[in-house]
Each structure stands twice: as structure tokens, then as C-alpha cells.
């Protein structure tokens, strides 16, 4: 077979230990994806932490390199963005078993269409050879000196029982055999879970009685039992002792998300139709410029999640531009640092995350105090005068908990703030903003007061 235009030739040599199996897995990744006739450009291939993340250094294809644990969720996001696009999961047994348990769990239920290659070492490899949830019982480890006294995870009847459509064991020695599970994975619409067994060589096999790479493939050769031999009745969990099954657990061939979620979007697209236009939409379409980076800071209970996605939802389902929200807070419910940052743009957003603020609103103190004097030239910070009198210059004051009062909605200082930031940046269209509170606050009519003197302050001088 000819060079696949899946590998990244100028990555090599790659970092793994000799004799890991890495290599093989690798291999018949990159076969599986020319066979399945896969284009690199819209391929997207998503790892975690650990000897198995370093998979996506050597794919000539889109990459991400996530945190341990996380590969899945993050698979899951661009397949649910975008779905014409291929997403495959790399992850080792610490990563997503283990630590990314859960994960694995909840991807097989909602049964999306990524491929999940799992290399299953036996260990936490990259990081001194500690036990991991697939450790088989009685096995030595850098963290069981005696032996492993729980019992192994068996991962394949684990995504079976949770849902996947197509789920599948091999071994690295049993190449072939891999790289054509991975093919039939890749060509299921629903979730598909291959388990690639592959001793550690630096840590697993030199304390198992497997002293050298020949010794660990001889191993799996002689351990795995093909599923249908007849066999299996008394295979367990793969492992150093007895045998193991190898071969196709699962093919439903069914994929549930992948339509639900069209529905679900078809539904979301027909009701933004269906809404009457708002008195000012097509201005404020023809008029939203720039790039908007806000955040509003304070502390929990002051509804600042709730003012961010009021700004979010204007912005996109009314004034039809770009945006994101995000948000943090303590642990206490109503009390602590909090916040809420609102990115909107004329143009598609990259990463959610604010990073050069243009406006920032303090209705704290400590928030006051974390933002002034301390954000780059050219953003404006506004505190409420109640928290501080005296701001320090470049900071305007305006009595925003004060609004809030007057219009007989104590707890609505976040919508004064909201109203104040609108008139001031023009980010969003006042008549967008007015008729998202409708849609979040139906018949609260204070709500909408408390932003209206928000908006109205803009006009008058600072404090």
C-alpha cells in the first residue's frame, strides 16, 4: 500500500518508547482513514493527555490536543457542530477510562458519530506506570507493589451496555485485524468504540513477567480468543493471565443522535422564522459593527449569567450577528466572585473566551478592584457609585444599584447595567435587547423599566 496522506512523514521518528505498540495503533489509524476514504481536510482527530495523546503529533489532518480526560466531550462538540465532518478520539485506558470514565459513558449513550480508539496499556504509561481502572487483578504496577487487588474494567461490555452502536477488541498484535475494526467503526453514523490492547513495555511488561516486546505480542497472541471460536466461555477482562476476547461486541448500525439533533435544529430554525420581526431589526442589522469583548463582574446573585445571555441571545437570534457567553462563580450560590463575558462581532467567532475587554461593568468591589487600572488601552470600565465613590481616573461611576431602586427593581441592577452598556458600546440594538427580555422575563414589566433607565443613563454625565 502506498504512503497514506494521513501521516505526517516530517513528524518522524515518534517519541514512544521501543517497543510500544503505539506505533501499530497509529498504523492502522492512518490506513483505516484512506480506506474509509476520509478527507484530511475535514477530518478532525482529538486526543488527551498521556503517551497515546501524542497520536496527533504524526496525523497530517485537523488536531486537538485536549486535557486528560476530556477527548470525548470535545469529539462530541465538533461532531454536534458540524457533522460532515469525520472525528475520531484517541485515548489510552487512564485517559478514557479511568479519568474520562464518565465521558466514555455519556458518548455511548447519546450515541453520536465519532470513533473512539481506545489503547488500552494497562497503566497510567506516561507518568510512572501507576495503576489504572483496566490494571488486571494481581498485576504489579508502580502503585501496586503487591499486586493489583481490584478487578479490571471490562470496556467493551462497559460501551456496549451504555449504548454504542459499534463497539470492537483487538490487540496490536492482531494489526490487521485493528485497522479493519477501525475502518467499520469509521463508516457507522452512530458512536463506535474500538479497544486496542497494548502492553506498556517501560512500566507493565518488565514488571509482569513479560520482559521484552516479543514476550508481550506472544502474549496477546496467545491470550486472545476470537469471538464465535467456542472458545470464550471462560474469557475475562484482557489482561497477563487467561484469555481475553477479541473481535466485534456490538453492530447496531444505528444512529439516533445525529437525526434527533436535526430535528431539534430544524425545530430551532423554524421558530426563529416564525418570530415577528422587531420594530428596528433590519438598522440594527445594518448598523451592528466592530467587535465587542464585555464583561460584567460582581458577585454570585446578581444575575450577571443571566444579563450575558440576554446580550448573547439579542445579538444573534434578533440583531443576526455573532456571539458567545460564558461565565464563572464560586462555590456560594449567591456570594463570591462572579462573572460574565460576552464576545459579539460581525465576525465568526474563534474562541469564546475574552481576552482584550472593551467595556467592563463592576457591580462589586472586589470586581471593581480586579478590572481598574488593570485592562489594556482602549477599554472602558463603569462601576456602580455605591460600591465605589471616588474611581480612579479613567473609570466612570454611574448609579446603577441606585436605577435599579427608583424603578422598583432592587435586584435588577444587572439590567440597569445591561441598558448602560447597550447605549454606550452599541453592540446590540436596544429594541433586540427589549424583546429578549420579553422572551426570558414574560410580563415583567419592572425588568424592562430597569433596563430602560440603564439605557437612559448613558445620557446623562458620570458620577
Known amino acids: 500500500m502506498s504512503r497514506s496522506k494521513f501521516l505526517d512523514m516530517g513528524a518522524l521518528p515518534h517519541f514512544w518508547c521501543e517497543g510500544c505498540g503505539n506505533g501499530i495503533v497509529l498504523g492502522a489509524i492512518v490506513r483505516a482513514l ?12 482529538v486526543t488527551g493527555i498521556g503517551c497515546t495523546g501524542k497520536l496527533d503529533d504524526y496525523v497530517a489532518c485537523h488536531t486537538v490536543h485536549g486535557t486528560h480526560g476530556r477527548a470525548l466531550p470535545i469529539a462530541t462538540g465538533i461532531k454536534a457542530a458540524n457533522p460532515d465532518l469525520t472525528v475520531l478520539a484517541v485515548l489510552g485506558d487512564g485517559d478514557g477510562a479511568t479519568i474520562g470514565g464518565n465521558h466514555l459513558l455519556h458518548s455511548a449513550r447519546r450515541n453520536i458519530g465519532v470513533t473512539a480508539v481506545l489503547i488500552n496499556n494497562f497503566n497510567y504509561g506516561m507518568t510512572g506506570g501507576q495503576y489504572s481502572g483496566t490494571t488486571p487483578q494481581g498485576s504489579r504496577t508502580a502503585t501496586s507493589v503487591y499486586g493489583n ?20 477488541r483487538s490487540t496490536v498484535y492482531h494489526g490487521v485485524q485493528l485497522q479493519r475494526f477501525i475502518e467499520q467503526g469509521l463508516s457507522k453514523d452512530g458512536f463506535s468504540f ?56 456490538a453492530d447496531k448500525g444505528l444512529d439516533g443522535f445525529s437525526a434527533r439533533y436535526a430535528e431539534v435544529q430544524t425545530a430551532a430554525v423554524a421558530r426563529a422564522q416564525a418570530r415577528p420581526v422587531v420594530a428596528g431589526q433590519a438598522q440594527a442589522k445594518a448598523s451592528g459593527k466592530g467587535h465587542w469583548e464585555i464583561v460584567l463582574a460582581g458577585f454570585g446573585g446578581q444575575g450577571l449569567g443571566l444579563a450575558g445571555q440576554l446580550l ?44 482584550r475587554p472593551n467595556l467592563v461593568v463592576a457591580l462589586s468591589e472586589e470586581a471593581y478592584r480586579r478590572y481598574a487600572g488593570r485592562v489594556g488601552e482602549g477599554c472602558l470600565v463603569i462601576v456602580d457609585s455605591a460600591v465605589v465613590a471616588d474611581a480612579v481616573p479613567g473609570v466612570q461611576a454611574y448609579p446603577i444599584s441606585e436605577m435599579a431602586e427608583r424603578a422598583g427593581q432592587p435586584q435588577s441592577a444587572n439590567l440597569v447595567a445591561l441598558g448602560l452598556l447597550a447605549a454606550i458600546s452599541g453592540a446590540v440594538s436596544p429594541q433586540a435587547l427589549e424583546e429578549s427580555i420579553r422572551r426570558r422575563l414574560p410580563g415583567n414589566r419592572g425588568a424592562l423599566d430597569a433596563f430602560r433607565s440603564g439605557f437612559g443613563l448613558a445620557e446623562g454625565p458620570a458620577c
Do not use: H, W
Not at 474500538?194 to 516486546?213: D, H, K, M, W
Not at 434578533?318 to 456570594?335: C, K
Open 34 to 45: 484512506e480506506n474509509a476514504g476520509a478527507d484530511p481536510e475535514k477530518t478532525v482527530v
Open 149 to 168: 487487588p481490584e478487578p479490571a474494567m471490562d470496556l467493551c461490555r462497559v460501551a456496549e451496555a451504555a449504548g454504542a452502536s459499534y463497539v470492537a
Open 194 to 249: 474500538i479497544e486496542a490492547v497494548s502492553t506498556c513495555p517501560t512500566y507493565f511488561g518488565r514488571l509482569n513477567q513479560l520482559p521484552s516486546p516479543v514476550d508481550m505480542l506472544m502474549s496477546l497472541k496467545d491470550r486472545a480468543v476470537p469471538r464465535g471460536s467456542g472458545g470464550s466461555g471462560e474469557a475475562g477482562t484482557p489482561g497477563i493471565e487467561g484469555k481475553f476476547e477479541i473481535g466485534v461486541f
Open 312 to 355: 448573547g441571545e439579542a445579538a444573534v437570534e434578533i440583531d443576526g450577528r455573532y456571539a458567545s457567553q460564558v461565565q464563572a462563580y464560586g462555590s456560594a450560590a449567591r456570594g463570591g466572585f462572579a462573572k460574565s463575558e460576552t464576545i459579539v462581532s460581525s465576525d465568526e467567532i474563534k474562541y469564546p473566551g475574552v481576552t
